[in-house]
């Protein structure tokens, strides 16, 4: 029998044996080639040697338990390759179930993350107990990369939980779990504090329950809560694609609508088909575009931008202890809240100390909330608390590291608080703007060490948005650069690096999306039909309300300046086609937006939404004039994609990564493409199909949607966007 070192043999004397996976060339261990055959060569032993084996205990020699399957080889499979993955997928699928009616008692002591994969192989044993560690994190997160846990994990959890909560707690939403929730929620059974008591109740189990089965196969099983062929359950069941509409806002994503059909198909056949079932669902998923595309960004970009890809090289990492939020206002208290929770202390000032007071009060809030819903506890919270530190005095902020400035939108004002502040903060302290639409090489002038001044945008609300925007100004060093980097991950978001320029890549593009939304309107098309094509296509918040949550006043006083500015240097402006309908919507209706109390929507007294404002039908729509809802929803993703290639040209951007990661985690670019410049890599047809579309939406729709020669080129070559094959 060949001895295996990706899952090692180790027996004791009392016929317990114990595999431990321990993949030699990885970190980690995944399903991979060597992976696959160490299984089947395992299970052929257990088998052979099955009388003197008492019990089995699958645990591991990494920190993580078990990472599932191995993307990068995942990314690659074509619908040419597809059977190949079918076959080795359901290879694995029928050693774990060999092992599992092996009629011996089969423990999981799982020691770390669990995730995917590794749940799987754990849902194959009969009993599940899970370390007590903060790397401890089970469940199926598959959905979130566009597939289903294909290694049995809805065939199991569907036997487990029922169709309702199999869906519900694991499969649709790729809820990850701590070790107690896992309990709570029934995933795991028992829950140890430490590895050595992991093992104890491993071997407990395995001592006292020597006829162990999986609760399918005891005679007289059934799925708990029935399954469609019982009228109670039916009736329960058409509210299954109501949600799933409600998760996907009816956006391409095949992912939940498969795992929908694998569950409730495979919960009227017997258990092998059952695994048939769910392999075809996995296969034919990983085969299409859109796992591909969310692998890309979800996985590889997010982890290239977060390992610090952009980072310059050689520059000792730097934490800092004490941080000073100028502004204690919408963004600056948020930005506190961020700073203090990952343990930073934070002067919090403001021109008056009301103000500022005012600002942590955004804190207790949210500490409050957290406390009540069980997130964190109270002691917790109150240290968090007890390190911000209201302020109207510039003595208090006396050896602060950083300063992070969030005072008005004003070039004089955010120079004068610079002044006020340089001299009296460390000598060495990182200087960052959170200007959402100002020059950074401009601001820098306000301060002495113009080196150590950098942008650093956030995106509200502070403490849900992941991504922050580093932007850096001409002169910004190395050295200010890197430090931003590493404050960024401190306080555990994920950093974009971006050159300086008016708007710099995300306010930039997102401006783009709204222009299309409100051209629309200007050429005549149902508003409605507008907010239906942003949403089906995936754009978490419809075009028209986000235009009116930012005001229709702010692109205007951004075309102003950027319309003075491109005359100034001698350049044309080209007026959009929305510019008229925002003039007319805030000078002739007198609707600048929500928060004047009337936009493209109307608003009740309390600020609610109340429907599209009727007028709009009145002064702008022209029933007889109808566009493709196609064309619709790709006049605005090919906006924002076309100008984020442009952006990639000026040198404003230089990764893709940065531009898939920050188009889906700060402006609401769909997932389900992968980010903005993946979307040109996944579109029909490659990169010579997205110029050929786009050539024609510019003959249809205007000469903004003219393929960038970057794009032409890129295409005539045939070379995808991608970092390794940089631009
Ligand atoms: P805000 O109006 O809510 O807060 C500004 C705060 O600055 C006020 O509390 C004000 O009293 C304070 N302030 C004014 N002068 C000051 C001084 N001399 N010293 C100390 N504090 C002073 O504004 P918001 O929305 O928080 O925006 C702040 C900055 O963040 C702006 O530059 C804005 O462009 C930027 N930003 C805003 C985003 C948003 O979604 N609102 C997103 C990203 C950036």
Redesign the pocket.
């Given at each position: 029998m060949t001895e295996s070192t990706t899952i090692r043999w180790e027996q004791d004397d009392t016929g317990v044996v114990t595999l431990v996976l321990d993949d030699p060339n990885q970190s980690a261990n995944t399903m991979n080639q060597a992976f696959r055959d160490s299984l089947a060569a395992i299970t052929d032993r257990l088998e052979a040697e099955r009388e003197s084996i008492r019990g089995i205990i699958f645990t591991s020699a990494k920190k993580t338990f078990f990472a599932g399957g191995d993307l990068r080889d995942l990314i690659r499979v074509t619908p040419g390759t597809a059977q190949e993955l079918f076959d080795g997928g359901l290879a694995i699928k029928r050693n774990l179930r060999r092992i599992e009616t092996l009629g011996k008692p089969v423990v999981a002591a799982i020691n770390g993350a669990a995730l995917g994969g590794g749940y799987e192989l754990a849902l194959a044993c009969h009993h599940r107990i899970a370390l007590d560690t903060p790397g401890t994190k089970i469940g199926c997160p598959e959905v979130t990369l566009g597939l289903l846990p294909g290694g049995g994990g809805v065939v199991r959890t569907v036997r487990l939980l029922g169709i309702a909560d199999a869906l519900l707690k694991v499969l649709l939403q790729g809820t990850q779990y701590n070790a107690r929730r896992a309990q709570e929620n029934g995933l795991v059974h028992e829950v140890a504090q430490s590895p050595e008591e992991l093992l104890a109740k491993a071997r407990a189990f395995i001592d006292a329950h020597p006829d162990s089965q999986q609760p399918w196969d005891r005679p007289g099983y059934r799925i708990p809560g029935g399954t469609p062929a019982n009228p109670k359950f039916a009736a329960n069941l058409p509210a299954f694609p109501a949600n799933l509409r409600k998760q996907t806002g009816g956006a391409p994503y095949p992912a939940p609508r498969s795992i929908l059909a694998a569950a409730v198909e495979g919960s009227q056949v017997d258990f092998e088909t059952a695994q048939v079932i769910e392999a075809r669902y996995f296969v034919e998923l990983a085969a299409g575009q859109t796992s591909k595309n969310m692998i890309q960004a979800f996985f590889f970009d997010l982890q290239a931008v977060n390992s610090g890809a952009n980072r310059p090289r050689g520059i000792e990492p730097r934490q800092v202890r004490k941080a000073a939020v100028?502004?204690?206002?919408?963004?600056?208290a948020g930005i506190a809240y961020a700073c203090a929770r990952a343990g930073i202390d934070v002067v919090l000032?403001?021109?008056s100390l009301e103000?500022a007071v005012k600002?942590k009060g955004y804190s207790e809030k949210l500490c409050a909330k957290a406390v009540a819903k069980g997130r964190t506890s109270q002691e917790k919270a109150d240290a968090l608390l007890a390190r911000i530190t209201p302020t109207a005095d510039v003595a208090d902020l006396a050896g602060c590291d950083a300063v992070i400035e969030?005072?008005?939108?004003d070039t004089a004002?955010k120079h004068?608080?610079f002044q006020e502040i340089e001299s009296v903060v460390a000598p060495d302290a990182l200087l960052c703007s959170?200007?959402?639409?100002l020059p950074i090489t401009t601001l820098a002038e306000g301060v002495e060490r113009q080196t150590d001044f950098i942008g650093l945008?956030?995106?509200?609300p502070v403490d849900k948005m992941p991504l922050v925007e580093i932007i850096r100004g001409e002169r910004t060093g190395d050295e200010a650069l890197a430090r931003a980097f590493d404050l960024v991950r401190q306080i555990n978001k994920t950093p974009i690096v971006v050159n300086d320029s008016r708007g710099f890549f995300t306010s930039r593009v997102i401006g783009h999306f709204i222009n299309e939304g409100v051209a629309m309107v200007g050429e005549g098309v149902e508003p409605a039909s507008v907010e239906q094509a942003a949403a089906q296509a995936g754009y978490p918040a419809k075009v028209l309300s986000l235009m009116d949550e930012l005001t229709l006043t702010l692109p205007r006083k951004i075309r102003n300046e950027t319309k003075r500015a491109v005359e100034e240097a001698g350049g044309t402006w080209t007026a959009h086609p929305a510019e008229a309908v925002i003039d007319r919507m805030v000078d002739e209706f007198g609707r600048p937006g929500r928060s004047g109390g009337a936009g493209f929507y109307d608003y009740s007294e309390d600020g609610r939404r109340t429907g599209l404002w009727p007028g709009l039908r009145e002064h702008f729509t022209d029933p007889g004039h109808r566009i493709p809802f196609r064309d619709m929803q790709e006049r605005m993703l090919f906006a924002e994609a076309l100008d984020t290639v442009r952006l990639l040209e000026e040198g404003v951007l230089t990764s893709v990564a940065d531009a898939n990661i920050g188009s889906i985690l700060g402006i609401g670019f769909p997932g389900w493409t992968g980010g903005v410049l993946q979307y040109i890599n996944g579109y029909e047809g490659g990169l010579p199909g997205f110029v050929a579309r786009a050539r024609e939406l510019a003959e249809h729709y205007g000469e903004r949607f003219t393929p960038p020669a970057l794009l032409v080129r890129k295409a005539e070559k045939g070379e995808p966007f991608s970092d390794s094959v940089r631009p």
């Open positions: 100028l502004g204690a206002g919408m963004m600056g000032k403001d021109v103000s600002g969030a005072v008005f939108e004002l004068k608080v959170n200007t959402s639409t945008h956030f995106f509200s």
